[in-house]
T-cell receptor, first 112, second 115 residues
Framework: DAKTTQPNSMESNEEEPVHLPCNHS???????IHWYRQLPSQGPEYVIH???SNVNNRMASLAIAEDRKSSTLILHRATLRDAAVYYC?????????????FGSGTQLTVLP | DTAVSQTPKYLVTQMGNDKSIKCEQN?????MYWYKQDSKKFLKIMFS???????INETVPNRFSPKSPDKAHLNLHINSLELGDSAVYFC??????????????FGPGTRLTVL
């Protein structure tokens, strides 16, 4: 099974950029890299996804290594509302469906 | 408008009881899921339905039975509740089951406590 490895926790100061790393050394050529986050007492929410090229959206940027064995989620200016658990996930095919296999994620603390 | 809703938000019950959790999505998606998040915060998929048909069934005890009356609803019925069933249960939906780019939309969760 392709799996991901993330640091258990990270801290950032408010209004500074945050780089959340993820290793996925066993990724296959067709696996997309997805990032979700879970705010306290809420369900996970989608952040961003990508395959090979770097991606940007209104929430974050995703930088993918050339060999695709690692990626970094970038929050350009962290706010207190960004404090959450961030999950890096590979979308794997199981039977007739793709499923998200969540790991333990990175708990991001944002300091005022 | 709530995209994925679950009821109830909290459920406290005794061991051995039977209970149901309901989920509805108004996104027009074909696929719905149930996930379980235990006390250590690991989120694991339990079931997935596509157009009322079961397509993912992870190793979940037979006491758990999902039911999809239509593609907008996926309910979870649990028989003979056990202490270990205490967790937060999340419902989710996505447009298609096999697309590698589809986003899943999660509900707010149902916190089940078995006493």
């Amino acid at each position: 099974d392709a799996k991901t490895t993330q640091p258990n926790s990270m801290e950032s100061n408010e209004e500074e950029p945050v780089h959340l790393p993820c290793n996925h050394s066993t990724i296959s050529g067709t696996d997309y890299i997805h990032w979700y986050r879970q705010l306290p007492s809420q369900g996970p929410e989608y952040v961003i996804h990508g395959l090979t090229s770097n991606v940007n959206n209104r929430m974050a940027s995703l930088a993918i290594a050339e060999d695709r064995k690692s990626s970094t989620l970038i929050l350009h200016r962290a706010t207190l509302r960004d404090a959450a658990v961030y999950y890096c996930i590979l979308s794997l095919f199981s039977g007739s469906a793709r499923q998200l296999t969540f790991g333990s994620g990175t708990q991001l603390t944002v300091l005022p | 408008d709530t995209a994925v809703s679950q009821t109830p938000k909290y459920l406290v019950t005794q061991m051995g009881n039977d209970k149901s959790i309901k989920c509805e999505q108004n996104l027009g998606h074909d696929t719905m899921y149930w996930y379980k998040q235990d006390s250590k915060k690991f989120l694991k998929i339990m079931f997935s339905y596509n157009n009322k048909e079961l397509i993912i069934n992870e190793t979940v005890p037979n006491r758990f039975s999902p039911k999809s009356p239509d593609k907008a609803h996926l309910n979870l019925h649990i028989n003979s509740l056990e202490l270990g069933d205490s967790a937060v249960y999340f419902c989710a939906s996505s447009p298609h089951p096999a697309s590698s780019t589809d986003t899943q939309y999660f509900g707010p969760g149902t916190r089940l406590t078995v006493l």
